[in-house]
T-cell receptor, first 112, second 114 residues
Framework: AQSVTQLGSHVSVSEGALVLLRCNYS??????LFWYVQYPNQGLQLLLK??????LVKGINGFEAEFKKSETSFHLTKPSAHMSDAAEYFC??????????FGTGTRLQVFP | DAGITQSPRHKVTETGTPVTLRCHQT?????MYWYRQDPGHGLRLIHY???????DKGEVSDGYSVSRSKTEDFLLTLESATSSQTSVYFC?????????????FGNGTRLTVT
């Protein structure tokens, strides 16, 4: 069985600062990993995904994530936060024969 | 996105009453899912469907049933609503089960059981 742990339910950064949202996974088989973003009163949207090709994955809106097998991590980063990045972010894992499992989410606040 | 419409968007109901939530998609996606979102729990899968009349349970299926009589519609029914079912419910669709087919989400239904 697989699972994901998102460290920190809330993260606050200043506009222009680095964004780092942490995700660690557990999986008995090589996983597929995803980050989704949820803006207020909306459903989730795919931000990026890792599917065993390049370990550094680039997504939409300037976000990227690096798959580190040795650390079982898939942290999400963005060099410079923008006010419009304020949202809730979900890490998710999928093993090949199983369904997508979501983490508990991290709410990102961006201050001017 | 994938033309997913959830109805109603908001509903308040009393304990013990039946409730049906509807998800309608226009993209002809094969897979459809119902999730509930609760603080501290993220999204948890209730039921899913892999085709017309083909459904299966997710991790939190107790107290819920589903039906899919047409490709485009996936109904979630709470036979006798309880306060623990107060939540935001999301429908999602997926073209196929491969990793290249991301989930597309509706905008959610906020259900309050009093």
């Amino acid at each position: 069985a697989q699972s994901v742990t998102q460290l920190g339910s809330h993260v606050s950064v200043s506009e222009g600062a680095l964004v780092l949202l942490r995700c660690n996974y557990s999986s008995s088989v090589p996983p597929y990993l995803f980050w989704y973003v949820q803006y207020p009163n909306q459903g989730l949207q795919l931000l990026l995904k890792y599917t065993s090709a390049a370990t550094l994955v680039k997504g939409i809106n300037g976000f990227e994530a690096e798959f580190k097998k040795s650390e079982t991590s898939f942290h999400l980063t963005k060099p410079s936060a923008h006010m419009s990045d304020a949202a809730e972010y979900f890490c998710a894992v999928e093993a090949r024969t199983d369904k997508l499992i979501f983490g508990t989410g991290t709410r990102l606040q961006v201050f001017p | 996105d994938a033309g997913i419409t959830q109805s109603p968007r908001h509903k308040v109901t009393e304990t013990g009453t039946p409730v049906t939530l509807r998800c309608h998609q226009t993209e002809n996606h094969r897979y459809m899912y119902w999730y509930r979102q609760d603080p501290g729990h993220g999204l948890r899968l209730i039921h899913y469907s892999y085709g017309v009349k083909d459904t299966d349970k997710g991790e939190v299926s107790d107290g819920y049933s589903v039906s899919r009589s047409k490709t485009e519609d996936f109904l979630l029914t709470l036979e006798s609503a309880t306060s623990s079912q107060t939540s935001v419910y999301f429908c999602a669709t997926e073209r196929d089960s491969s990793y290249n087919s991301p989930l597309h989400f509706g905008n959610g239904t906020r259900l309050t059981v009093t």
